[in-house]
């Protein structure tokens, strides 16, 4: 996409020779990343009385400077100044700072507007856009096993937009924005968490710019009437970056045909959530939809059984 997958590997410590890629290390670190966002909705829950798009702005602002802070204190600056001066890793990178700013908002608003059960369905369907990026653009293969488990999943998703019943353009937006998000961090070759440092520093003007106007509108969130909303907002920038820079890492070490059934993980704790902390209902859908879920990824557990056996 960006002509950039064998240009400035030196800036990539993850892919040196001395710490070469390997699938178990990859599923582990994106395991940790979806089950962290999994728990998200409880965080932006306790922040409802802020409007969802502040929250959004300060967890971009916080980012920013919770990154730079690590990388002076580990001294990562000169891989970040050398994929500054890359034009082409440069462009990539502000690709995927637009398409997570844009995932971070559509979810903040969901959560906000009691739209979770939508949101748990984007994330059912990234998985499948993941897939689709694999085969198209990375000449991935399939095997029978996992071509049916992608069949149960695309019934489940059809089961549960039909069950919402009517156009789930949060849903997409969250599929579509993450799923070539991951596809963008797939072909930059960057450290995980220098990318991600990049990305938010790539939207500082503009978080700053916005926080800056609603101090002086009067209008922030950001008070000394409110401490512990204060620090939750702080908190969200290395909230934010832990589990990010887990699926970063974990991306570049697993095929998007994998990746792409792990986040299947997020959603179903999502929606456990929903439903035993936040009060909305488990339907005979939801019960549809969970089943083909479950399948699927039974089906890509022998698949990978039967791989390693062969190896």
């Not at 059809?158 to 993450?178: E, M, R």
Request: overall charge positive; charged content about 10%.
């Amino acid at each position: 996409m960006f002509g950039i997958r064998s240009s400035n590997t030196i800036i990539m410590s993850e892919n040196s020779p001395s710490s070469a890629p390997n699938e178990t290390t990859g599923i582990l670190y994106a395991t940790a990343a979806y089950s962290l966002w999994g728990f998200f909705p409880l965080y932006w829950h306790a922040l409802g009385s802020v409007p969802p798009f502040q929250i959004s702005m300060h967890r971009m602002f916080w980012c920013a400077l919770f990154g730079i802070a690590i990388c002076a204190a580990t001294r990562r600056f000169g891989g970040i100044r050398l994929a500054l001066s890359n034009r082409k890793i440069l462009a990539a990178l502000t690709v995927s700072s637009i398409l997570i700013s844009i995932n971070w908002t559509l979810y903040i608003f969901a959560v906000a507007d009691h739209h979770l059960v939508e949101a748990s369905l984007g994330y059912y369907i990234n998985p499948l856009i993941s897939i689709a990026l694999g085969v198209v653009l990375l000449g991935e293969k399939l095997s029978r096993l996992r071509m049916a488990a992608i069949a149960l999943a695309t019934i489940a998703v059809v089961v549960k937009a039909y069950g919402l019943g009517h156009f789930p353009w949060i849903a997409l937006g969250l599929a579509f924005s993450f799923g070539f998000y991951g596809y963008v961090r797939k072909l930059t070759p960057i450290a995980a968490f220098d990318g991600l440092t990049i990305e938010v520093i790539i939207l500082f003007p503009l978080t700053a710019g916005a926080l800056l106007f609603w101090g002086v509108q009067g209008t922030s969130a950001f008070t000394p009437a409110h401490p512990f909303t204060d620090f939750l907002l702080v908190m969200a920038g290395p909230v934010t970056a832990l589990p990010l820079t887990l699926f970063a890492a974990g991306a570049r070490r697993v095929s998007m045909s994998t990746l792409g059934f792990l986040q299947y993980l997020s959603p179903s704790i999502t929606l456990t959530l929903a439903v035993v902390f936040l009060g909305e209902a488990f339907t005979p859908t939801d019960m549809a939809t969970f089943g083909c879920i479950w399948l699927a990824l039974i089906l890509v557990a022998v698949d990978g059984q039967m791989r390693r056996k062969t190896a």
